[in-house]
């Protein structure tokens, strides 16, 4: 989701009285997780490096083909209500899973020792002592700068970023590097119950689903691990507007939006519960990124009010409020196709056409443009969605859900190729 969206319309009313300090909560305190989601579905619990990870389950448990559903930003596995039922009465067996920091899963504080031992920026990124090209001993980790990034225009043209950052600016465990680490362990601990090969020696491998931040989070999950999967759809992938190399008049905005970031980190609790106290306020917000209303329902706003009203749920908003670095869309889809050692899994795109923060003609780019003069095309096939915003799985369920059998299908039929 959008982020100056979900506060900047309430400050004006936060600011006409003073917060007071808010009590800081210890690290290690663990929510407990309720035995069923909103779904009906139970809960699940995953010890993920001594982090309590919650997912939920559908579809047949011996089923050959399985589905793992990546949630966005600042919600978790039950907006996947739909797409759990319908892929799981197919006959896939479909897992939705809360990020680190999401839902109900666990919630280390972002300046915590703890955190700082999950950050999946650990031992990827050459340190900045070093030289660009490092030394010997650095020749296999990466620059934490990517420089002459070539990115996509709203009029669906191509430009070319000088500088691109990596690191998290605040270093932060929650990037998407943590997300993707946790996303490879998940799949091969429970997905594959810790087996990469079924009897016959056939490698084991997932699709993967993704909407929003998620969507990023699953890129870079492939990239790290592009065995693992056999193909990617992604919902309305985020193209990170705050982003540094996304920001535009970048000289002017962003020591404002610096400022912003820095007060809701240190006085911006009370403006927090302000809004998720409130599922008025909550449904009120949902309206801008949701253009179909109707699906903006009881359920929808208790599965989102409920974790966003845990202990240090607010430290994890203002932490990922304030990721304006890292990985974007379009560089790790070309990372993808640019990879020499692996062949390209099927990728397809899915768009709500009244998503408000998107453009289409940039989306629909990736279709009809490589991103350089003897590029290919980064993706298989690119499906808008009449009547629906950035969330289409769950405003218009039927619809994606077709799209997304139809996805499914081809993905298992490369895989008997």
């Known amino acids: 989701m959008a982020v100056t969206s979900l506060f900047?319309?309430?400050?004006?009313?936060?600011?006409?009285?003073?917060?007071q300090p808010q009590p800081r909560m210890h690290s290690k305190k663990i929510s407990p997780i309720?035995?069923?989601?909103s779904t009906g579905l139970k809960n699940n619990v995953y010890d993920w490096r001594g982090q309590q990870i919650r997912y939920i389950a559908s579809g047949p448990e011996d089923a050959k083909h399985t589905v793992l559903l990546i949630h966005g930003l600042f919600v978790n596995a039950d907006t996947w209500r739909h797409t759990l039922s319908t892929l799981g009465d197919a006959g896939y067996r479909t897992y939705a899973i809360d990020l680190l920091g999401s839902g109900y899963s666990s919630k280390p504080l972002p300046s915590s020792l703890e955190a700082t031992l999950l950050n999946g920026e650990n031992g990827r990124f050459r340190e900045a002592s070093h030289k660009e090209h490092g030394t010997d001993e650095n020749n296999n980790l990466q620059s934490p700068i990517r420089t002459n990034v070539i990115l996509g225009t709203a009029s669906g043209e191509r430009r070319v970023a000088p500088q691109m950052k990596l690191r998290h600016p605040l270093n932060s465990c929650y990037n998407f590097y943590t997300w993707a680490e946790q996303i490879n362990d998940f799949t091969h601990d429970v997905?594959?119950?810790?087996?990469?090969?079924?009897?016959?020696?056939?490698?084991?491998?997932?699709s993967l689903i993704a909407n929003s931040k998620g969507c990023i989070v699953a890129l870079q999950a492939c990239l790290d691990n592009p065995e693992t999967y056999n193909g990617l759809c992604v919902i309305d992938p985020t193209y990170r507007e705050m982003h540094e190399t996304e920001m535009?008049?970048?000289f002017i905005k962003k020591p404002v939006v610096n400022r912003f970031q820095r007060?809701?980190?240190?006085?911006?609790?009370?403006?927090y519960n302000f809004v998720t106290t409130r599922r008025g306020v909550i449904g009120k917000l949902l309206c801008g990124p949701y253009y179909n209303h109707t699906a903006i329902d009881d359920e929808l706003l208790t599965s989102i009010t409920e974790p966003l009203n845990l202990p240090q749920s607010a430290d994890i908003v203002f932490d990922e409020l304030s990721y304006t670095t890292g990985p974007l869309f379009e560089q790790q889809l070309q990372d993808i196709n640019d990879n020499p050692d692996t062949k390209r899994k099927l990728i397809w795109v899915m768009y709500g056409k009244q998503d408000p923060w998107l453009h289409p003609k940039r989306v629909d780019s990736l279709i009809t443009a490589p991103f350089s003069e003897n590029g290919n095309i980064v993706v298989d096939k690119v499906i808008p969605i009449d009547n629906a915003g950035h969330c289409p799985h769950d405003e218009r369920p039927e619809v994606v859900g077709d799209a997304l059998?139809?996805?499914?299908?081809?993905?298992?039929?490369?895989?008997?190729?």
Not at 34 to 37: N, V
Not at 191 to 206: E, S
Not at 263 to 271: D, E, T
């Open 8 to 19: 900047l319309p309430l400050t004006k009313s936060y600011l006409i009285s003073p917060p």
């Open 34 to 37: 309720p035995q069923y989601s």
């Open 191 to 206: 997905i594959f119950n810790g087996v990469n090969h079924w009897k016959d020696g056939t490698p084991k491998t997932t």
């Open 248 to 250: 535009k008049m970048k």
């Open 263 to 271: 007060f809701l980190r240190n006085r911006g609790h009370r403006l």
């Open 405 to 417: 059998l139809e996805f499914l299908q081809t993905c298992n039929c490369e895989l008997r190729q």
